[in-house]
């Protein structure tokens, strides 16, 4: 256990619905990545927060939104869904030390129908 | 923009037997790290490796960096079954503050 944890585990919903994915850090962790597993475009990242600031941003699409609140909770929101957004969906935290090493989340699976 | 490499993709070996998992990638990257991930599972973190030279070893499981090479290398020695998973290497791009993954490798450890 990680200690990042990750509502809910599976999501399924219809093609053009919004979604909310939700992801706690490790206690004292700072900084939340999110990040994309798929089959076709393989561990992709997303987005990172530090502190609820936007620090980094990867592949992340215009439909897709995050932020981190002050208890430093995040929120990764999709939105006009499509069957191609089908994919396992992680989040990771990081303390910011200098290994910098990301712990993540058990994930949300996330169907498209 | 910096790419991260890895061969084999699948990697089918007998228990017993070693094995080495390669990892290029294509900038400089002052991180590399290993994770292993069970299907359908989360990645759990295995190695950190900073600097030239380093290695890290855990069980039948070592992991080395050549940073001028560009390369790190994930050694198994003696495989058993419990070892099958999928293998991702992903560096850190310090500039542009991400962490590139690897495609991995799914290692399947025949009796």
């Known amino acids: 256990d990680s200690g990042v944890t990750q509502t809910p585990k599976h999501l399924i919903t219809a093609t053009g619905q919004r979604v909310t994915l939700r992801c706690s850090p490790r206690?004292?962790?700072?900084?939340v990545y999110w990040y994309q597993q798929s089959l076709d475009q393989g561990l992709q990242f997303l987005i990172q927060?530090?502190?609820?600031?936007?620090?980094a941003k990867g592949n992340i699409l215009e439909r897709f939104s995050a932020q981190q609140f002050p208890d430093l909770h995040s929120e990764l929101n999709l939105s006009s869904l499509e069957l191609g957004d089908s994919a396992l969906y992680f989040c990771?935290?990081?303390?910011?030390?200098?290994?910098?090493?990301?712990?993540f989340g058990p994930g949300t699976r996330l169907t498209v129908t | 923009e910096l790419k991260v490499e890895q061969n084999p993709l699948f990697l089918s070996m007998q228990e017993g037997k070693n094995y080495t998992i390669y990892c290029n990638y294509s900038?400089?990257?002052?991180?590399l790290y290993w994770y292993r991930q069970d299907p359908g599972k989360s990645l759990e973190s295995l190695f950190v490796?900073?600097?030239?030279?380093a290695v890290k070893q855990e069980g039948r499981l070592m992991a080395s960096l050549d940073t001028k090479a560009r390369l790190s290398t994930l050694h198994i020695t003696a495989a058993v079954h419990d070892l099958s998973a999928t293998y991702f290497c992903?560096?850190?791009?310090?500039?542009?503050?991400?962490?590139?993954f690897g495609t991995g490798t799914l290692l399947a450890v025949q009796p």
């Open positions: 206690s004292g962790d700072l900084s």
């Open positions: 490796l900073l600097s030239n030279g």
């Open positions: 900038t400089t990257s002052d991180r």
């Open positions: 927060y530090y502190n609820g600031e936007e620090r």
């Open positions: 990771a935290s990081s303390s910011g030390g200098s290994l910098g090493e990301q712990y």
């Open positions: 992903a560096a850190f791009g310090g500039a542009t503050n991400k962490l590139i």
